[in-house]
């Protein structure tokens, strides 16, 4: 089974801290992508990623950066918190294969900000 | 541009009740389908996919068929369990395009015994 991992389920923290969330995958996806999901919005994408080091923006990429150093870790990180961005955050990966492209996600991580 | 649009919630079924949840979709290439399940308190786990007109993806029950001239994909289980009560959400990705995934906004649905 494909396995995408959060490092964090559920965090709190102070507006203007430095957040890293951390997301892996165990399945050599290429593809890496951060989502946020708010209520009434649904989900809206921050950053993905096709490959080692190269990332692209998403609809939402205001205050949020990422990394990715290594194939199987995609790290969001959000430079100065607010509390505007509270909300639940999803990493997923992907792979192409015969049927095409499949996205899976990890559990999520509800951020706080406050 | 892509995109998708499913029927808004929430729905409340009884359990054992037939269940239609409705997507349609708009693409410019030649999409990939799916649904995803989200429940309480998780991230979305993939439910269904189809990759090709007529194709009929199928998990736990749950049944959804690519139609190309209806230009829709929708998720239908004949007999709901209680353990069914969470969000759905259809979703497309262009395979053509980008690897980005369009969804829906989600349809909540509550099986009540």
Known sequence: DVKVTQSSRYLVKRTGEKVFLECVQDMDHENMFWYRQDPGLGLRLIYFSYDVKMKEKGDIPEGYSVSREKKERFSLILESASTNQTSMYLCASSFLDRAGNTIYFGEGSWLTVV | ?113
């Open chain 2, 1 to 113: 541009g892509d995109s998708v649009t499913q029927m808004e919630g929430p729905v409340t079924l009884s359990e054992e009740a037939f269940l239609t949840i409705n997507c349609t979709y708009t693409a410019t290439g030649y999409p990939s389908l799916f649904w995803y399940v989200q429940y309480p308190g998780e991230g979305l786990q993939l439910l269904l996919k189809a990759t090709k007109a007529d194709d009929k993806g199928s998990n736990k029950g749950f049944e959804a068929t690519y139609r190309k001239e209806t230009t829709s994909f929708h998720l239908e289980k004949g007999s709901v369990q209680v353990s069914d009560s969470a969000v759905y959400f259809c979703a497309l990705i262009d395979q053509t395009g980008a690897n980005n995934l369009f969804f829906g906004t989600g349809t909540r649905l509550t099986v009540i015994p």
